[in-house]
């Protein structure tokens, strides 16, 4: 075991933000590329170290797992320290291609002591259907909304940031809800792209792999200072969905620390589900689905994977997807169709599962008034899905490969632009 990392220095920049300084040996030098941070909007210097610890650990082991690599730190929550080996485990039966190995060395344990109480909550929150699913289920509790900057958006981007920032912020005041925020490098301070080729064939991308421990242990220090005893992860996914996934019950339910448990939530309803859910609960709530939206205009552009699913959700429901800030025209419904049919989505288990969902209750579907649909769905209840992710190479794959290598060479808003872009190009029919 050459690869080593040590917590070098711990130190508040300011009351709200606590930064790490790491000292890395080996292999893994090439890949731990700067200080880790994140910074609250509450202070957080009256924190106990071992709870301050975790967002910073909740990234770095599954590292030192897959290098077999060694991380040395002072102090650990004693309750973390228990489930992060339940945790490794959870993670290595969901990834048999991958060797788990690593140490762990740690000065002391220690035992936190804390005030939490049964009704305060917490949830991460993007402004997706899966968290405003996961908002309206637990409402009635004393619910705290979390959205990290640095997931979606990078830390750089501060004009998306703020428009995010406002979106949950009116969230949270027009359903009565409390909301805190975290800037965190969790994705920046690592070579990302480097792990993503590394290990593509057996885990795909590393975020992925790693997110669900990740985006909860970001919330220990507000878990503590809002006395919370249940952070929810929303679940991306639901019931039947077997595929390796880093957010997973058979993972998130696993994480917890003094007086907090986490709880992966949301996996017992599909995404038509949900979004009946939202229509019910929250009419006329607007719901940014889209990634490229996200990180350029702040909507939803309506042309990608992600908005085209949500529409065609919200429309075999019965509800007409405007109502929720996804543009429809004229065209959209054989824009959709042109996009699988032509292979601009990249079809995996995922998109199955998402399409599936929505395949099972065409037959049942109530009549809604959008032009297209009628006929989008009649297709869609004949489509073999299976059989179009096995052929999913889109026809442009040069073209597409050649857009992704330089559009990671540019700053994130102009990725944002590349993409939609080519779901301007590509859609065209």
Known sequence: MTDLIRIKSMAFPDKYTVRFVLTVDGALRRIVKDDFYAAYSVPIQTIPQQILYIPLLSSLLPLTWVFDAELQIDVIDAVYHDAITKVKKAMADMY???SFGGQLTVGSIAATETKSVASRKMSLFS?????????VR????????VTIWGVDIGTKDKKAWDATRRRVQNYADTHGLSADYVTCNFREFIDVRHLDNRFRASIGHWYRF?????????????????????VF??????????????????????????????????????RTEKLAVIDQAWPDQPLLVCVVGTGFSGRNCGRCEKCSRTIAGLAVTGIDPRRHDLPVDATTFDGIRHAFEHDVFAVSESTVCFWRDIQDRIADRPTIDLTGSDAFFDWLSTVDLNAMQARSKPRHTGVRRLLGTLACMLPRPLRMLAKRSYYAVFRDY
């Open 96 to 98: 048999p291609g991958l």
């Open 127 to 135: 402004g997706g259907a899966d968290s405003i699913a996961t908002a």
């Open 138 to 145: 637990h409402s009635e509790a004393d619910l705290s909304l």
């Open 210 to 230: 790693i997110c669900g421990p990740a985006l909860l242990g970001v919330t220990a220090p507000l878990t503590y200072l809002n006395s919370a005893s249940t």
């Open 233 to 270: 992860i929303p679940a991306t996914h639901f019931r039947g969905f077997d595929y390796p996934w880093g957010s997973s019950p058979r993972i998130d339910n696993h994480v917890r620390w003094s007086g907090v448990r986490a709880v992966h939530d949301g996996y017992d309803l599909t």
